[in-house]
């Protein structure tokens, strides 16, 4: 599931866009979850670091294109923007808060689906470099090298990052299901670690940035198994 989010104050626009992304879901298999706001200061106020693909229109009232993605960029550094505008030299300008690419109005679907194409590929390689997580007030995207270890604590699960500990009310089945094939694995019920951050294992605790998270008699053959993959798929 795309999550796109267009901010489009032209509702015959916003309606073709979403008949574009209609006709390219039939023909791709591709799912979108579609979010709409007509201008662009409901957008910055209302917006959530949770989307994948963000179509911005650059003329929109009370707060113009341009401006609007520079406070976005500020939220979310991930999300990859496209600019929907009728003058081709505001792709220049979109340099500046690191926009993909731009779709001449007025649209046509050939156009669109290619763009389209090129902005998916790069959502696919930050969806495998990151991952967002619910927490209180709404969504945080974490790149998924810098979680050291994922724990259980209570009814929420705690993230221990390069950046500190961020709560969320995930659970861990769906967190090891989110990061399968990422190397992560759980040492016991309560924790799951992600393998690039563990220094060692010693009295049968792995050894994650200094923290000792205790290796459950059930997970620890599983458990070191899979560390010793990882170390032989990096030293190979």
């Known amino acids: 599931m795309i999550r796109v989010l267009i901010a489009e104050d032209d509702p015959r626009c916003a309606r073709q866009l979403r008949q574009f992304l209609d006709s390219y879901s039939q023909e791709t298999g591709r799912t979108?979850?579609?979010?709409?706001?007509?201008?662009?200061?409901?957008?910055v106020e209302r917006y959530q670091p949770e989307f994948d693909l963000l179509l911005l229109d650059v003329d929109m009232p009370f707060m113009d294109g341009m401006t609007a993605?520079?406070?976005?960029?500020?939220l979310d550094p991930e999300v990859v923007i496209v600019f929907v505008t009728n003058l081709a030299q505001y792709a220049i300008q979109g340099y500046s808060v690191n926009a993909l690419d731009y779709i001449l109005k007025p649209l046509n679907y050939f156009s669109?689906?290619?763009?389209?194409?090129?902005?998916l590929r790069y959502v696919k390689k930050r969806e495998d470099a990151y991952i967002t997580v619910a927490v209180k007030g709404g969504a945080l995207k974490l790149e998924v090298g810098n979680?050291?270890?994922i724990e259980r604590l209570g009814r929420q699960l705690m993230f221990?990052?390069?950046?500190?500990?961020?709560?969320?009310?995930?659970t861990l089945q769906q967190m090891e299901d989110a990061l399968s094939g990422k190397g992560f694995a759980r040492?016991?019920?309560g924790y799951l670690v992600n393998l690039a951050h563990v220094s060692g294992v010693r009295d049968g605790c792995a050894v994650v940035q200094g923290d000792k998270l205790l290796i459950s008699r059930g997970r620890r053959g599983p458990f070191l198994d899979a560390l010793a993959d990882y170390v032989g798929g990096i030293s190979g």
């Open 112 to 119: 669109f689906s290619q763009r389209l194409t090129r902005a």
């Open 69 to 74: 993605a520079g406070h976005i960029r500020r």
């Open 32 to 43: 979108f979850r579609i979010t709409h706001y007509d201008n662009g200061e409901d957008l």
């Open 147 to 149: 979680i050291h270890y």
């Open 187 to 189: 040492c016991n019920k």
């Open 160 to 170: 221990h990052t390069h950046d500190g500990i961020h709560a969320s009310s995930a």
